[in-house]
């Protein structure tokens, strides 16, 4: 039998935007499944914490933004009247759920708008991981992403109670406008993101590298230049003028006001090291290793990008996926929080396979049982909850162990799906070196 020309792939337009791989029916029937599988898992999150494991659904962060917003409302002007340790918008997510509490005149309304909120945000993203997964594999492939980010049970208890969903979101929404051709959107979503917190600042010179494959770095360093001006210039200024300490949100974000936290992998490896071990080694000096080791693994990855290029949407994920990993990994401030940042990336990077599937959700299990289920009686922030040589302590550190070869585990399966990448990084340091070389004057030769 002769086999029939295979037709063009499917094609849908929404919005003025091109779909590829995919029909118009099929997409909205798929985001309707994604949309309602997001929110079973949200409610089943908080029923199984509640109830199953007689846990406790964290409203502290929240209880914090219903201070902030009152504070508003009595007429005081944020990072003026009040300090506040995150950056400027902020205040965004934290003053839309006064609405129905005004209306309602309940303080609960609050805390029920506010998790509407994060919910919707992350919905939002739940759509962009789609739509860029469209763009990466066929329609079954980016359904499977998709859903995997849906069911991320651990992310789905952090959004709910943290504040986290919006910035993701931003840092999503730049990754999806670059890939869908709208670099100027792209870089606006991430320098805002910036305003928000300092993880989507990460993204952009990745994105900008990426943009000039298609264009040059000229191009795209002028273009960038351009929106980061218009930022600075309606929120940066302001606040500098207004503000003393307009920079004190980022200090807090970064951790360098704090001490090591228990959760972290450098007070794993203190543990190990010092008391395991008896080597004496500080906690100041693992943390300096760990901040060298985010120097090095981001200068790499900024290089490749730079000699080698970004030619496809899928380096552009790994890279940031590792840039992410590497601050939210190495640093000595943690919060269990951090990983409905890596939620999208690996939804979209770990689908090739039942084992890399198998980890994602791996990584889900250990970071729920981080927070909530084992703070308070594992550890609290600043340290293990029993006494060095305990059997309570020997299980606290067995477990922040485990939790750190799973996220090792998770981010080695990232790199590891793009095979190129290690030569890449070799032969654009190889490069360097070779261009260094070539500038040194030659030796003088003494008779």
Sequence with gaps: MR??????APVCSICGLTIRNIERRTFVHNLLLLGIASVLTKLIVLFVTVSVFHSFVDLFDISVYFGYAANVLGGQIPYIDF???YPFLFMIPVLIPLIPTILANDVTAYVMGFQVLMAFFDILTLFLVYLIGLQLFDSKRAFRAALLYATAFASSYFILTKYDSFPTFLLILAIFATVYGMPKRGYLAGILGFFTKVFPILAVPYLVLFNATKTSRKTELISVSKVAIVCIMFLLIPMISLVQDWYRPYLFATGADVGVYANTVTYTLYNVLNELLHLPISEEIISLAMYALIIGITGSLLLVSWVKGIRSPRRLLVLIAITLFSVIFCTKFHSPQYLVWLTPFYALLLIESYWNMLVFYLLQVVVYIEFPLAWGSLYV?????????TAGWYGSLTFFIIHAMVYVISIL???KSDPSL??????????????VRRRDPPAIVRE
Aim: net charge neutral; proline share 3%; aromatic share 6%.
């Design 3 to 8: 086999k029939g020309k295979s037709g063009p």
């Design 83 to 85: 300090s506040i340790e």
């Design 381 to 389: 922030n600043r340290g293990y909850i029993h006494e060095i040589g």
């Design 413 to 415: 399966l990232i790199v």
């Design 422 to 435: 290690y030569d890449d990084i070799r032969s654009s340091i190889n490069c360097v070196i070779s261009m």
